[in-house]
């Protein structure tokens, strides 16, 4: 495997019995993180998008959920289990959307099922690392998967941020420009400026800017030109939950970027590991699709530019259909022109 530098900074770090989150919110004029000692602090840093990204807050929930457990063995001994339910349910409730969440949440219950009355801190210790490592080995086996896909010295186009930061490190579909530049080059990648968080024009100019690797950033509604001067050899993006049938969630606007792609004639593809996948979910249609506050659109770092009165519509995800989406790309291989056949063929290997 090509040892490729994954990151400079961690979105999500585990030290001395504490959560270290950088606060994404802040960058990248700031470098800055916010200290988690309890579940309640990491279920309210996931909310106010302190970490975002779907495979990160999988991440941050894991260790979150370590000191749910932690707290509640202190304070109610053997019968830890039932004294944690509260803030586990709090931290699952955190964000709709990112399945990453749930099913993160999900295998530290199942370690609780296995060790019951026992002190349960060091074996979910131990499996919130073990999960964290393992993100960041499936981000590195995707690079590789998805740089396979590019020609050399592509040129990109990405929304969103799909890197170290959205992940637990290295990054999906950033992964994927990070992979490809170490082994066949990048000559450019164009980055949305993704309204109205601006995660490609803070994050992922940042990331690539700190790695000496080429970024410009256009407005989201620019995208369309950029694509008709045929200059872009791929769409990438990632994923917060994927649909049985392979129809995606992710953040707005990939849609609108989908359908400009199969237009111009340009690759679309999807990077997320398969705990991004929702089996339970037969299509986009039972997606969750969270909305947030009005004030992020009608505002910009607290100046209101819109006039009194005005209304806002604020969905933070879209759906992507799975015709859409050239290939998926996940730290099990490629899945071509996804289906419900296919995908579950994945999860049979």
């Known amino acids: 495997m090509v040892d490729v530098p994954y990151d400079r900074v961690r979105a999500?770090?585990?030290?001395?019995?504490?959560?270290?989150?950088?606060?994404?919110?802040?960058?990248?004029?700031?470098?800055?993180?916010?200290?988690?000692?309890?579940?309640?602090?990491?279920?309210?840093?996931?909310s106010a998008m302190v970490?975002?990204?779907?495979?990160?807050?999988?991440?941050?929930?894991?260790y979150g959920a370590v000191l749910a457990v932690t707290a509640a063995?202190?304070?109610?001994?053997?019968?830890?289990?039932?004294?944690?339910?509260?803030?586990?349910?709090?931290?699952?409730?955190?964000?709709?959307?990112?399945v990453n969440l749930a099913w993160a949440l999900d295998v530290m219950e199942g370690v609780m099922a296995q060790v019951r009355d026992l002190d349960p801190r060091a074996a979910l210790e131990a499996e919130a690392c073990a999960l964290h490592a393992r993100d960041i080995a499936a981000n590195r086996q995707m690079g590789l998967y998805g740089a396979?896909?590019?020609?050399?010295?592509?040129?990109?186009?990405?929304?969103?941020?799909?890197g170290a930061l959205a992940t637990g490190g290295f990054g999906t579909a950033l992964g994927v420009v990070r992979a490809a530049a170490a082994t066949q080059g990048i000559a450019m990648v164009y980055a949305d400026e993704t309204r109205p968080?601006?995660?490609?024009?803070?994050?992922?100019?940042?990331?690539?800017?700190?790695?000496?690797?080429?970024?410009?950033?256009?407005?989201?509604?620019?995208?369309?030109?950029?694509?008709r001067r045929g200059?872009?050899?791929?769409?990438?993006?990632?994923?917060?939950?994927?649909?049985?049938?392979?129809?995606?969630?992710?953040?707005?606007?990939?849609?609108?970027?989908?359908?400009?792609?199969?237009?111009?004639?340009?690759p679309f593809?999807?990077?997320?590991?398969?705990?991004?996948i929702d089996v339970k979910t037969p299509d986009g249609a039972g997606i969750p699709i969270e909305e947030r506050a009005p004030e992020e659109i009608?505002?910009?770092?607290?100046?209101?530019?819109?006039?009194?009165?005005?209304?806002?519509?604020?969905?933070?995800?879209?759906?992507?259909?799975?015709?859409?989406?050239d290939a998926l790309v996940t730290e099990r291989g490629v899945v071509r022109a996804p289906d419900e056949a296919k995908i579950a063929a994945l999860f049979a290997k």
Not at 148 to 162: G, I, Q, V
Request: aromatic residues 6%; contains cysteine.
């Open 51 to 62: 970490v975002r990204g779907a495979p990160a807050i999988g991440v941050a929930a894991a």
């Open 231 to 266: 200059e872009i050899h791929a769409v990438l993006v990632g994923a917060d939950r994927i649909a049985a049938n392979g129809d995606t969630a992710n953040k707005i606007g990939t849609y609108g970027l989908a359908v400009l792609a199969r237009h111009h004639g340009v």
């Open 197 to 227: 968080w601006l995660q490609g024009a803070r994050l992922t100019a940042w990331e690539l800017i700190e790695e000496g690797l080429p970024v410009t950033v256009l407005v989201d509604s620019a995208a369309a030109s950029l694509l």
């Open 269 to 276: 593809y999807v990077v997320a590991p398969t705990s991004t």
């Open 73 to 98: 063995y202190k304070a109610a001994g053997r019968h830890w289990l039932q004294a944690a339910r509260n803030d586990l349910h709090l931290l699952r409730q955190s964000r709709p959307t990112a």
């Open 148 to 162: 396979a896909l590019l020609p050399k010295n592509a040129r990109l186009l990405t929304h969103c941020n799909t």
């Open 298 to 325: 009608l505002q910009c770092q607290g100046v209101t530019h819109s006039p009194a009165g005005a209304r806002a519509w604020n969905p933070v995800f879209d759906v992507t259909p799975a015709s859409l989406i």
């Open 12 to 46: 999500v770090e585990w030290r001395e019995g504490a959560v270290y989150l950088l606060d994404q919110r802040v960058l990248p004029t700031q470098l800055r993180y916010e200290v988690c000692v309890t579940a309640t602090d990491v279920a309210r840093a996931i």
